[in-house]
């Protein structure tokens, strides 16, 4: 197995504003840049204490993720920490230039010498009212902007590009990426379509929060897929992003779990009002995806227009105990879905522990949960 740490960024500071999108007015810029500051910090003690990579993603207008670009983000994170790989999980596609997505990914891979690996998604539904971008093009637009960014990345010579969504006179990115064709490029596998594809272009395959059945039922997908384009993935291709809350002692597991139940995990950006949690539904439904871990409701969103947004899957419970309980939570989602490559985070929601008792768990994630997955001792 190998192991990620998800860097997320969270503003240090509680702002009792739990919705999407959190007013501007409650972020003290010396506060966040001291968020900048820690998280730099548990990179780098996470890089010390044997995780493989450190990853970030994309986001838009909350305090739980102070991350609207990864790009700079990850140049300074690999700059800081020399031998760390860096993965950037990922760039929202639909909603941003696919060249410039490409330029960035080739810029990133010279800085980092080669170290970077990509995930191309296409964001949570609330990242589309971020631009005014179209939901109903949500899917068109990925697959015709990731075939773009992969023949960006790969072309030789400069070319045109007269597609639906998308054209381009001139494309001829510089520099080339230090890997060739391209760093390993990961798609989401958290619908069947999305699991099928990256099986056919020979893509690593990532989920967030799912459950284990949903993960096992798309990975399947995905290995058909894969053996059908004449290839055959391996669980280092195969990852999976939770949270995993790690304490010394059982009365401690016990309070942790209490507070990072999954209902925490359903309110990853409840909105700011019904109406708005209407239209997110709806942008939901439209990208055919999950809505509910934006409304915070356990039943469906109200119908707007014509459209009733029903939520697609409901969100996975963290990996939380002591660390022979999070051993044991992760060798069975390993043994029943082949994942090789967990992505751990910090914190679910607007949830997350203090830099002090972050740092604690890193130290103790090291020390003795990673050791006792990578040799089998469980």
Known sequence: MKFDFFQTFGYGVDTHELTWPTPARHCDPTAAAQSFDDGFEQCALAHDVGFD???????????????????????ALGRLL?????????????????VRIAEEF??????????????????????????????????????????????????????????????????????RCVQQPHPPMLLSGNSAESAALAGRLGCDLGFSYQDVDRCAAHIAVYREAAAAAGWEPTGDNIQY???????ETETEAAALRQRYGPESVVRLFPPATPELGAVLGTVGAAMGGSARGLGGRAEPPPTLGSVEARPAFTFAPPFVGTPTEIVEQVRR??????????????????????????????????????????????
């Open 82 to 98: 020399p031998s760390a790989q860096i993965g950037v999980f990922g760039t929202d596609l639909p909603l941003n230039n696919p």
């Open 333 to 378: 989602f390993h043994e029943a879905t082949g994942v090789g490559r967990f992505e751990f985070m910090l914190g679910v929601g607007a949830h997350r522990p203090a830099h002090r008792d972050a740092m604690a768990m890193l130290r103790l994630l090291g020390a003795e949960v990673l050791p006792a997955l990578r040799s089998g001792r469980y």
């Open 53 to 75: 990579s450190l990853t970030l993603a994309e986001h838009h207008y909350t305090p739980h993720r102070l991350s609207p670009n990864p790009i700079p983000l990850a140049a």
């Open 106 to 175: 080739a810029l990133l891979d010279n800085v980092l010498h080669g170290r970077l690996r990509v995930g191309l998604l296409r964001g949570t539904p609330n990242e589309y009212l971020t631009y005014g971008t179209n939901p109903w093009e949500s899917r068109d637009r990925f697959v015709e902007a990731l075939a773009l960014v992969r023949r960006a990345l790969t072309e030789p010579e400069p070319f045109a590009w007269e597609g639906v969504h998308y054209r381009f006179r001139h494309v001829s990115v510089w520099p």
């Open 241 to 247: 992003r939770h949270a995993a809350l790690v304490v």
